[in-house]
């Protein structure tokens, strides 16, 4: 009886440790993927005032 009650508990451990690694592997993704639209975002905004700039001063790219 015992014996089946700590297997349970290290069941139970396993996983939960699963379940957490599943979970931070979820959270890197989410955060590498927040920042490469931030990348983006931030790149088009810099090509839109060069854009801009040489537009206003009839400049050739």
Known sequence: MI???ND???NNLN??????RTV????NES???NK???DTVFNNQSNLI???ISHHYNMSL
């Open 3 to 5: 014996m089946d009650a």
């Open 8 to 10: 349970d508990i290290d």
């Open 15 to 20: 996983r939960l440790k699963s379940e957490d």
């Open 24 to 27: 931070l592997k979820i959270q």
């Open 31 to 33: 955060i590498v993927t």
């Open 36 to 38: 490469e639209i931030s």
């Open 50 to 52: 060069i854009l801009n």
